[in-house]
């Protein structure tokens, strides 16, 4: 396969799978936050969610297959804006026009983010060292999910979800990378085992975030922080590289998706103030 082929097909995949991914996101907010149907119906909608999520995560792993770590995730990104329609539609919210410039800035940002890729790679980090690396991140994470307080918000279990699911992401890269890695050597593989911790404390956290918020805000953290540190790492680790001459155009897409995300959030968290505040009802 031609690389520009194979960069269409890495896209194509990216975009598929942000697709299911936005969907998934939907479902899992409605079984999440219903609360006065029986307790089978919600655990079948959210099953029916992470459904949907591990399609989207097959379609991610192909899309690995052909992109770096970072443009995967800038496009996967995208569930943002998926996300924010579906949700007006489910639960029967406005979108103020400050709601779809925030969006906006966010998929465009990630979309330059995106367009910064290339086939080409520099120095991979030795085996061990790799491992060693995500470990330590699983660990961590592991910490941080159960030490995490109930009253905590939605914000930081995001950022915790998107953490992991970078960290998946970064694991799979790593195993695709892996020489003679086939299905039948896969259970001997200590990163196989990594992506199923990383991706279990990215479902976790991710469910009890939307418990707390409507789905736009838990969606848009996790997807920008899932984009940064697991972009940086597969560059130091894995040799994902920025095409020559892209990093300020990726840096005007960076500071774009973090000022969408920042809009985002202060929006949903001034509505829900006035939603509970007295002189609201």
């Known amino acids: 396969m031609s690389p ?7 896209f194509g995949a990216a975009g598929v799978a942000a697709a299911l991914d936005g969907i998934a996101t939907l479902l899992e907010s409605r079984a999440a936050r219903t609360t006065g149907r029986p307790a089978r119906r919600r655990v079948l909608r959210y099953g029916v ?3 949907v999520d591990f399609l989207g995560w097959a379609m991610t792993v192909v899309a690995l297959r052909f992109l770096p770590v970072f443009a995967v995730q800038a496009v996967l990104g995208t ?9 007006r539609r489910a639960f029967h919210t406005s979108v103020q026009a400050r709601d779809l410039v925030a969006v906006g800035c966010v998929a465009g940002g990630l979309g330059l983010i995106a367009a910064g890729a290339t086939t080409r790679t520099g120095p991979v980090a030795p085996e061990p060292v790799v491992l060693g690396v995500l470990a330590v991140l699983a660990v961590g994470l592991g910490v941080a999910a159960l030490t995490a307080r109930t009253r905590e918000g939605a914000v930081p279990r995001a950022i915790v979800a998107g953490l992991s699911y970078g960290g998946s992401r970064v694991a799979v890269r790593a195993l695709l990378q892996t020489p003679g890695i086939t299905l039948v050597v896969l259970w001997r593989q200590p990163l196989a085992y990594l992506v199923l911790v990383f991706t279990a404390l990215g479902i976790a956290m991710y469910a009890t975030s939307l418990r707390r918020t409507t789905p736009s805000v838990p969606s848009a953290v996790t997807t920008l922080t899932g984009v940064v540190f697991p972009g940086a790492l597969a560059m130091l680790l894995l040799g994902d590289r ?22 985002v959030v202060h929006h949903q968290n001034t509505t829900g103030s006035r939603a509970e505040s007295p002189t609201a009802r």
């Open 4 to 10: 520009q082929l194979g960069i269409a097909v890495g």
């Open 49 to 51: 969610g992470l459904t």
């Open 79 to 87: 569930q943002i804006a998926i996300a924010a329609v579906l949700a």
């Open 242 to 263: 920025i095409r020559p001459g892209w990093w300020w155009l990726s840096g005007l897409g960076l500071v774009l998706a973090v000022a969408g995300v920042a809009a």
